[in-house]
Nanobody
Framework: QVQLVESGGGLVQPGGSLRLSCAFS????????MGWYRQAPGKQRDMVAA???????NYLDLVKDRFTISRDNAKNTVYLQMNSLKSEDTAVYYC?????????WGQGTQVTVSS
């Protein structure tokens, strides 16, 4: 069974940076499309960034020039580098693995952007 474990969230000031990591296990990582989603209180869960293999990426317009998704197939890990963070980026960030239309989710990691 695929398992995803996110890490790297926390409290950061506006303008700061964080790097989220998602460790994958239970399958052949390179065969999965990976993504990061976020959900703020009272709002729907939105796709932030996605990456296939070979690495084709897609981003939410709001983060396109600030966030970068990447994957390391040797380490079974997907990353989300977040720069120039804003208060509106505050949310729980979830990692998603997808294959043959089946989604697997991590437990989420909280990102809070506040002074």
């Amino acid at each position: 069974q695929v398992q995803l474990v996110e890490s790297g969230g926390g409290l950061v000031q506006p303008g700061g940076s964080l790097r989220l990591s998602c460790a994958f296990s239970g399958g052949i990582f390179s065969t999965y499309a990976m993504g990061w989603y976020r959900q703020a209180p009272g709002k729907q869960r939105d796709m932030v960034a996605a990456i296939t293999n070979p690495a084709s990426t897609n981003y939410l317009d709001l983060v396109k020039d600030r966030f970068t998704i990447s994957r390391d197939n040797a380490k079974n890990t997907v990353y989300l580098q977040m720069n120039s963070l804003k208060s509106e980026d505050t949310a729980v960030y979830y990692c998603r693995a997808r294959k043959f239309g089946v989604d697997y989710w991590g437990q989420g990691t909280q990102v809070t952007v506040s002074s």
